[in-house]
């Protein structure tokens, strides 16, 4: 090949990226308010867990979010997605009733129902949620509680760790009933193996709906965990998994996506255990860190000046409601306590 076309080619590439990096100007500097009590969601007896909202054609703002008792190693044995109400995306926040729980005996979701998305397409809700089974062990509600109080060191919480996947629940009202999909809607290949949990989901400009699902690195000798990009025609499936991951280049966790429609790209967030990061893609396949790429830090400032230093803060979600990011969320683990922050975010 001529150097005059090989450097006609690295023109084009240069361009086109320049052009990609101009539309992904979104930043949150100087934007997220500090926190009244309004904004800490709490309930008695239970560890609250993640956050995704969405505004019902009531009007008023829907939670869905995980909780669970016992201990706080019971989300993998006794979490149910809970749903809750607000007249504003930041809270306060009432819970209503309980949307999932685990399926029973035989089914792909026989034990717990954790971390939800709730999306709507078309004019039906769809309901994103994981869980897990035992295989062909037999187990009681004894032996679960006994996995719950041990955590990580029981010898059964790998099989339960390894049986999750994501499924799907469909309603045509925010309220259900909730029809759940038989089998879960993406098994690991690719990018990711093991097991894939904690989705999330948006429809791009070409009408496709793209998945993001966590699981393990392939060929990696320490614990680490990649996120994975998978698209459907359907917003149930079946999804064909990409090869490409949207990260492996670090140890991330809990993805939340949305497609900016002024921008024409997609977003996610996610937590790197010490801050709240922000990636972006033009085409939802080829995803790289933003411009603006670390957006929230370890420490929660209140209006009163207090500060709260969370031991864990993950499962970050922005509300976006006509283009416009109004509330990030995230799951506060301090002590004995597990609870959800609803920071407001002031318009651009």
Known sequence: MKKSTITILLLCVSLLTLAQSKTDDLSFEGRFKKLTNDNIFKTEGYYNWG?????????????????????FYAWLTHSEVAHAVSDSPAGPWKYIGT?????????????????PKIKKFGNKYYLYYISTHMGDKAYDDDLLLEICKTG??????????????????????????????KQPIIEPSGPITTLTVNPAIDQG????????????????KKFERNQAIAISKKPI??????????????????????????????????HAHHYIGLVTS????????????????KEIPLVNG?????????????????GKPLTLTMTVKKGNESYTVFVPIEEK
């Open 306 to 322: 207090e500060v709260i230093h969370p031991e864990r803060m993950e499962r970050p979600f922005i509300y976006v409601e006509d």
């Open 237 to 270: 499936g079946p999804f064909k998994m990409q090869d490409k991951p949207v990260i492996d280049y670090m140890d991330t966790e809990d993805m939340s996506m949305w497609f900016d429609q002024s921008r024409k790209r997609f977003y996610g967030v996610f």
């Open 99 to 115: 949307a999932l729980t685990s399926d029973g005996r035989g089914k792909w979701d026989a034990i717990t129902a954790h971390n």
């Open 282 to 297: 033009a085409d939802g396949i080829h995803w790289e860190k933003a411009n603006h790429f670390k957006i929230y830090t």
């Open 205 to 220: 400009a070409d009408g496709n709906y793209y998945l993001i699902v966590k699981g393990d690195k392939p060929d990696s």
């Open 152 to 181: 990580y060191s029981h010898p059964l919480w790998n099989t339960l760790r390894r049986n999750q996947r994501t499924g799907v629940a469909v309603a045509k009202s925010i309220n259900g009933p909730w029809k759940r999909v």
């Open 51 to 71: 956050a995704s909202i969405i505004k019902g054609d009531d009007g008023k703002y829907h939670l869905f979010y995980s909780r669970w008792q016992h201990s």
